[in-house]
T-cell receptor, first 110, second 113 residues
Framework: RKEVEQDPGPFNVPEGATVAFNCTYS??????FFWYRQDCRKEPKLLMS???SGNEDGRFTAQLNRASQYISLLIRDSKLSDSATYLC???????????FGTGTKLQVIP | NAGVTQTPKFQVLKTGQSMTLQCAQD?????MYWYRQDPGMGLRLIYY???????DKGEVPNGYNVSRLNKREFSLRLESAAPSQTSVYFC????????????FGEGSRLTVL
């Protein structure tokens, strides 16, 4: 089993739709979690951290489910500009224990 | 604010040639990293420098060397490039230890023929 797994997609959704991605992780001792956004041929950019109690930033909501070992990202009222690949990142402690998922591609269509 | 700057943005090498990727950050971060990104794989850590004067191997260090020149600069060297090193290379930095909160440069696309 991979340390961090994501559905590669693509998720094709119409503008205004709500879409959710999950990311599962295998190490139950993982300590911190993040979502990054990566546009085509660009660098990853931190979108948001994922806190145990869940957190929201505008149209974006991130949640952590430690019991089932996954994190989720919910995007409400999708915009064309949300089209990108979303990477989850899991830190299991230490410099070499930060693992990137392969990403989920989102395409928002008019 | 420049953040993390990498050069060159693109490079084509022949097998056996050498080159150095340069990275500089202006955020006064202590830790710096080199990652590579290949299709279908997550970013993989090549080398990192937890602080000025220290460097350590990451997940895929073979065929690479690094130098932390000062707090701002962290370079990656390919001594004898191989086609398997064709990839997109990202330099990143973090304030302190790597929790997963990283700031990336724009990337360097390297093709080895």
């Amino acid at each position: 089993r991979k340390e961090v797994e994501q559905d590669p997609g693509p998720f094709n959704v119409p503008e205004g739709a709500t879409v959710a991605f999950n990311c599962t992780y295998s190490n139950s001792a993982s300590q911190s979690f993040f979502w990054y956004r990566q546009d085509c041929r660009k660098e990853p950019k931190l979108l948001m951290s994922v806190y145990s109690s869940g957190n929201e930033d505008g149209r974006f909501t991130a949640q952590l489910n430690r019991a089932s070992q996954y994190i989720s990202l919910l995007i409400r009222d999708s915009k064309l500009s949300d089209s990108a690949t979303y990477l989850c990142v899991v830190n299991s402690g230490g410099y070499q224990k930060v693992t990137f998922g392969t990403g989920t591609k989102l395409q928002v269509i008019p | 604010n420049a953040g993390v700057t990498q050069t060159p943005k693109f490079q084509v090498l022949k097998t056996g040639q050498s080159m150095t990727l340069q990275c500089a950050q202006d955020m006064n971060h202590n830790s710096m990293y080199w990652y590579r990104q290949d299709p279908g794989m997550g970013l993989r850590l090549i080398y990192y420098s937890a602080s000025e004067g220290t460097t350590d191997k990451g997940e895929v260090p073979n065929g690479y060397n690094v130098s932390r020149l000062n707090k701002r600069e962290f370079s990656l060297r390919l001594e004898s490039a191989a086609p398997s090193q064709t990839s997109v290379y990202f330099c990143a930095s973090s304030v302190g230890r790597n929790t997963g909160e990283l700031f990336f440069g724009e990337g360097s696309r390297l093709t080895v023929l």
